[in-house]
Structure formats: structure tokens, C-alpha cells
T-cell receptor, first 113, second 115 residues
Framework: AQSVSQHNHHVILSEAASLELGCNYS??????LFWYVQYPGQHLQLLLK??????LVKGIKGFEAEFIKSKFSFNLRKPSVQWSDTAEYFC???????????FGTGTRLQVFP | GAVVSQHPSRVICKSGTSVKIECRSL??????MFWYRQFPKQSLMLMAT?????????EQGVEKDKFLINHASLTLSTLTVTSAHPEDSSFYIC???????????FGQGTRLTVV
């Protein structure tokens, strides 16, 4: 069955630290990959997406992610986090075959000034 | 980006009653809509996927007779929680996408409280 794993459940960083959140998926077919962010009290917003082409994708607010097909991974990165990045981050995958958008368990990021 | 509107944002209902939640794509035709449930501090659990004009596909463990989903038009899908119980209290989120290889857009969610 299609599944998405996020291994970092809770990450605590100081401002200016670098961030990398892991995401692995199980489905072997062609997939589209997403990272969403949910700020406290707000609904989901798209950070970035990968459909095809350059496996290194850049999103909003300085975030980027790299699709490594051989590792079934789509890790999210940011070189220098800010306090305003405190939020819940969700990796999501949709496969061409099932057309289901499945979410990972989420990673709670706390950034302290 | 495209806009998905979900209504109501909050609803409180008595145990045993039914509640309908609407999800509308305001500026695009949504051939596929997803319904999720999110428990506090947890991820989004996919409940069902619906395609316009056809029956919804429910995930394992989701009672189709309790969570009725209708996707009668390309801009509207509804989720009806029938005979609601306190354990149905949760945050329900809908998502909509166009046909083909595109991203999904999310509604603002509905906080359901069953008392």
C-alpha cells in the first residue's frame, strides 16, 4: 500500500540554523511529491512540489527539496531558519495509478530566537 | 493559486444528528476531491477520494454509511456525517484538484464538535 514516512516528529532549532526534514515514500510507480506547511491556527499551504524535471525544486520562503528516486526520498531543506518558520510540515505523495494524495505523519518545527 | 472554500468552518451538533460539510472549488473545475480527518497534533488521514459523477472510494476502516460523500458537480463535494457521536468530533479538511497531473488545493477545514 502507498505510504509516506516522516522520521522527524519534532525538531527544535535556533534561528539561523540549517534545517533538513526527511520524507520517504513506499510507492514504486510514478509519483508527484509535495511539501505542505500548516502554521498555528491556519490551513495547509503548499511550500513546493515536484512533478518532473530537475529533482532539486525550490519553493516559497527559501525552502527547497530534493527528489532522489533511488532512495524514494523527498527531503525538505532550508539553509537558515527563522522564528516565523515555526509550524507543522507535511510531506505528501500522489501516485499516478491510485490518484490518492497521502500525507506523512508530519513534523513539528519549533524555532527559537 | 486556485481557491477551495469549505463551509462551515465550525459546527457543533447534538449526538445522533447529521451534519453536512460543503467543499467548493471557486475558480476551477475539480474532477477529484479528497476528504481528510485530522486529529489534534496529528497528520491528515485520508478518508475518501471522490471523482465527479461517480461513487467515492473510501479508505480502509472508514464507514461509508456514516460518512456520506457526494460529488455531484465539478465544483461541489459534500461530506455528511450521519448519526454523529462525540468520537466523530474532529477537524475535517477537503482538497480539490483538476484533472491530470496537478497539485491539490485545500479548504480551510471544518471543526466538528459533537456534544
Amino acid at each position: 500500500a502507498q505510504s509516506v514516512s516522516q522520521h522527524n516528529h519534532h525538531v527544535i532549532l535556533s534561528e539561523a540554523a540549517s534545517l533538513e526534514l526527511g520524507c520517504n515514500y513506499s510507492y514504486g510507480g510514478t509519483v508527484n511529491l509535495f511539501w505542505y506547511v500548516q502554521y498555528p491556527g491556519q490551513h495547509l499551504q503548499l511550500l513546493l512540489k515536484y512533478f518532473s524535471g530537475d529533482p532539486l525544486v525550490k519553493g516559497i520562503k527559501g525552502f527547497e527539496a530534493e527528489f532522489i528516486k533511488s532512495k524514494f526520498s523527498f527531503n525538505l531543506r532550508k539553509p537558515s531558519v527563522q522564528w516565523s518558520d515555526t509550524a507543522e510540515y507535511f510531506c505528501a505523495v500522489i501516485s499516478y495509478n491510485t490518484d490518492k494524495l497521502i500525507f506523512g505523519t508530519g513534523t513539528r518545527l519549533q524555532v527559537f530566537p | 493559486g486556485a481557491v477551495v472554500s469549505q463551509h462551515p468552518s465550525r459546527v457543533i451538533c447534538k449526538s445522533g444528528t447529521s451534519v453536512k460539510i460543503e467543499c467548493r472549488s471557486l475558480d476551477f473545475q475539480a474532477t477529484t476531491m479528497f476528504w481528510y480527518r485530522q486529529f489534534p497534533k496529528q497528520s491528515l488521514m485520508l478518508m475518501a477520494t471522490s471523482n465527479e459523477g461517480s461513487k467515492a472510494t473510501y479508505e480502509q476502516g472508514v464507514e461509508k454509511d456514516k460518512f456520506l460523500i457526494n460529488h455531484a458537480s465539478l465544483t461541489l463535494s459534500t461530506l455528511t456525517v450521519t448519526s454523529a457521536h462525540p468520537e466523530d468530533s474532529s477537524f475535517y479538511i477537503c482538497s480539490a484538484k483538476r484533472e491530470g497531473n496537478t497539485e491539490a488545493f485545500f479548504g480551510q477545514g471544518t471543526r466538528l464538535t459533537v456534544v
